[in-house]
């Protein structure tokens, strides 16, 4: 037991904590839902006092040589780590590992650093630190929250070369069976040893749901809750921890009493995972036979195992902008055509709907050198718009030639991003008639019925759904950007997150308005935002005639449970109320009444 002084019986307020007979207690980020109890393993990454001095002339060159030693170094380091996930085929670990490497030489680091020791005369530790702070600042300016959070990974491959350069390796990680991990944040090559280490959970300082520790815990099934801000500096090593991942809270120090309830959820929570895992073969239905096709929402054909084991049909959106991140050159038709081989050859026959690369103008700098910087990258050139620019259109005409290919190979269906207007969509599908004519010139096989859909993102494209229905053979709504853009609202904005609303009326009229447009042109509408993995909410978006719904994997086992527990005539009739309904707070207590909450979870839910 760690010597940190113990609360006061009681409750009030210390810090961002709050202590409550005896233990503290700490919202943050739900990253992986469970229940775990444990022993804190804290992992101690000080920070480096880095030195700061001015080289004389004659000591550039040598400072130049003894940074490109400690990359080197770091590479040999990195490259070991790869291979040794490479022999136990852990593919998420391979590529993240991979991908630390291509950061590693990356010209904006190198040459940066570089230039600072020569140009400023700046010894290598203190050039290194002013490259990567920069390099963050322009990370921080990202609008995707995925991409916005792999400044970290500019974090971790910085600190690893830092570490080289002032000889000092950090302490290998040796969390025993069970142990709960306590950081400030976790690189990759720390979470690869704590996935093996047959840890009980994870709680970090920083991070968000799409933060590495939030993948990787997600993908073992490991408790975890992130973004706890100062959870470091309250947790002693062996002090007893609880991780609830399925609420976002973690209690320090915990009273027999608490322990005694959390380890009675913890087995309650996993006889009904199993109970809702056994249910993966059954049909989602509600009880009055209506149909609703739940699908997955991935980023790597590999993901398509857990995806089938956990009960979702198919692939409603597969993402292509990794290819796009993970190499100093972009990708071929042949990458693009080899990763939907793969990712059908997965699905032995179900669908994948593959979205064409959505990247942002700050996110593409490397493959796009000529483009300027924006002040507000998104609502600027992002996503197709960039796909249809003159520099970027020979990378879109590539894409679209590899999935045409790969379409030959099984059900595959294309989907456009951001679409705005039906001009914007008409380029897009006469791009993807030249592919069409160019394979046909060449004798090149592929699906001549290939679907193509839309996603519908923006206000404007929910305005016009029934214009762009008679354009595309399927709808999928966006909700994340559809209500940011909706709502003008930046949810990861502290200001302003509040505001970000998924049951906001004019988000459920949209919605309506969409499917609407859908049903009267005879093409299905799904949707694949965050508000189709809440099992609170998917019955409503049924009710309002979504036909498909697309999650994460782990959610489809939920939300199929509360749609067998629904009647769609009694959804439906509800929708209609909701859509009359003046604000969030009065939809969500009518919901709440007609509904109660249909996770199987609710009835442990500490709200």
């Known amino acids: 037991m760690s010597d940190r002084k113990r609360p006061e019986t009681g409750s009030h307020e210390t810090g961002s904590f709050r202590q409550e007979w005896g233990e503290i207690r700490k919202r943050g980020t739900s990253a992986s839902s469970g229940i775990a109890i444990g022993r804190a393993y804290v992992v101690d990454r000080r920070k480096l006092k880095i030195p700061k001095r001015h080289l004389k002339e004659p000591e550039t060159e040598p400072e130049v040589a003894r940074f490109r030693v400690a990359l080197e170094e770091s590479d040999k380091q990195l490259e070991r780590i790869k291979q040794k996930v490479e022999e136990r085929e852990e593919a998420e670990h391979y590529n993240l590992m991979a991908a630390h490497q291509l950061i590693l030489h990356d010209e904006h680091l190198v040459d940066e650093t570089i230039r600072y020791i020569r140009d400023e005369r700046l010894n290598a530790e203190w050039a290194l630190r002013k490259t990567v702070e920069h390099i963050k600042g322009v990370f921080d300016s990202i609008e995707d929250d995925y991409f916005r959070e792999r400044r970290s990974d500019i974090d971790f491959v910085g600190e690893r070369v830092m570490r080289n350069l002032m000889g000092e390796r950090a302490a290998p990680m040796k969390p025993p069976p069970d142990a709960i991990v306590v950081a400030h944040d976790l690189s990759p090559a720390d979470t690869i040893m704590v996935t093996r280490a047959a840890v009980a959970g994870l709680i970090t300082d920083v991070g968000g749901k799409t933060s590495h520790t939030a993948i990787l815990a997600r993908a073992h099934e490991l408790p975890a809750v992130v973004g706890l801000e100062d959870v470091t500096s309250a947790v002693g090593s062996d002090d007893l921890v609880i991780v609830d ?3 976002g809270m973690v209690i320090l ?12 959820r913890a087995r309650r929570e996993a006889a009904i995972g199993e109970a809702l895992l056994s249910n993966r073969d059954l049909p989602s239905q509600t ?5 609703v096709s739940l699908v997955a929402n991935v980023d790597f054909a590999d993901e398509v195992g857990s995806v089938l084991s956990h009960g979702a049909v198919g692939i409603g959106l597969f993402r292509t902008e990794f290819l796009f991140m993970n190499g100093d050159e972009p990708p071929t038709e042949e990458d693009h055509y080899k990763n939907a081989v793969q990712l059908l050859e997965s699905l032995d026959g179900r669908k994948a709907t593959i979205r064409t690369f959505d990247l ?14 924006e002040a507000n990258p998104g609502l600027g050139l992002r996503s197709i718009r960039l796909s249809l620019t003159d520099r970027v259109y020979p990378l879109f005409k590539s894409q679209l030639r590899g999935l045409l290919r ?21 380029s897009a599908k006469a791009a993807l008639d030249e592919a069409r004519a160019e394979l046909r010139a060449e004798g090149v096989p592929f699906d001549e019925d290939i679907k193509v859909g839309v996603m519908i993102e923006t206000p404007s494209a929910a305005v016009i759904a029934d214009l762009l229905a008679t354009e595309v053979d399927f709808f999928s709504i966006g909700t994340n950007d559809l209500i940011q ?9 502290e200001y ?4 970000y609303e998924p049951l906001h009326p004019s988000i459920l009229r949209m919605i309506r308005m969409v499917t609407e447009a859908g049903k009267r042109h005879e093409i299905p509408v799904s949707i694949c935002g965050e508000m189709a993995g809440d099992s609170d909410v998917a019955p409503v978006l049924v009710g309002l005639g979504l036909t498909e719904l697309s999650m994460n994997a782990v959610s489809v086992p939920e939300v199929k449970n509360a749609i067998r527990a629904s009647s769609f005539a009694d959804l439906a009739a509800l929708a209609d109320e909701l859509l009359e309904l003046p604000n969030a707070q009065r939809i969500k207590a009518r919901v709440q009444e007609a509904l109660g909450d249909l996770s199987p979870r609710g009835e442990v839910k500490d709200r």
């Open 496 to 499: 302003v997150s509040y505001l």
């Open 253 to 264: 120090d915990p009273t027999p009493q608490t322990v005694a309830h959390f380890r009675s």
């Open 406 to 426: 790969a379409s030959a190979h099984g059900d595959l269906r294309i989907m456009f991003p951001m679409i705005s207007g039906v001009g914007e969509l008409r």
């Open 287 to 291: 009880k009055d036979g209506h149909e």
């Open 245 to 247: 991942g399925t609420n």
């Open 360 to 373: 942002g103008a700050d996110k593409v700098s490397k493959l796009v050198p000529d483009q300027h910087a």
């Open 485 to 493: 853009y909706t709502l003008a609202v930046d949810r990861v904005n």
